[in-house]
């Protein structure tokens, strides 16, 4: 990166791409990291006779942005040589979110999976469906009501 901001060279110099690209491959190799085997499958546990496996469902989402801009205009009031501006930023953001999925259970009569069930998850997806059904109900009896009101009007003229 340039120390001089107003060298020939121009604004080009203050926006550093290698040091920017540097970073966001660090932050990617970061969240890659999160999905792992280690963090989808976990120690297996022997316990009377049985290897139980826990297995979670990892989902890691990220973002990165970068901006920047430059100009340089010459100053017709006064001679000076030519000024430069620049500008440059960026930003990011993510999240990893993991939850049980499954336990791998092997055992002398074979292996099975068993879903690990989210009671909760599983209310909140029913209370959304009731809501949504209410929601429709009352729009298409508000149109109907409309409709049987504007045919009203159009008799009475």
Do not use: C, W
């Not at 990166?1 to 932050?27: C, H, K, R, V, Y």
């Not at 017709?76 to 049980?100: A, H, L, V």
């Not at 059904?133 to 009203?152: D, T």
């Amino acid at each position: 990166m340039s120390e001089n901001p107003t060298s020939p060279s121009g604004p080009a110099d203050i926006f550093n791409l290698n040091a920017m690209a540097d970073f966001t491959q660090g932050a990617v190799d970061r969240f890659l990291d999160a999905a792992a085997v280690d963090a989808v499958y976990g120690e297996p546990v022997v316990h009377e006779g049985q290897m139980i496996i826990p297995t979670a469902e990892v989902i890691s989402v990220l973002g990165v942005g970068y901006g920047g801009g430059g100009g340089s205009s010459e100053s017709e009031t006064e001679n000076k040589g030519p000024d430069y501006g620049s500008g440059g930023g960026g930003g990011g953001g993510g999240r990893i979110f993991s939850r049980p999925a499954a336990i791998i259970v092997a055992d002398a009569s074979g292996v099975r999976v068993e879903p690990v069930v989210d009671v909760t998850k599983l209310g909140l997806a029913a209370l959304t469906a009731f809501g949504f059904m209410i929601g429709m109900f009352f729009r298409m009896r508000g149109a109907k009501h409309l409709e049987s009101e504007l045919r009203q009007l159009k008799d009475l003229g």
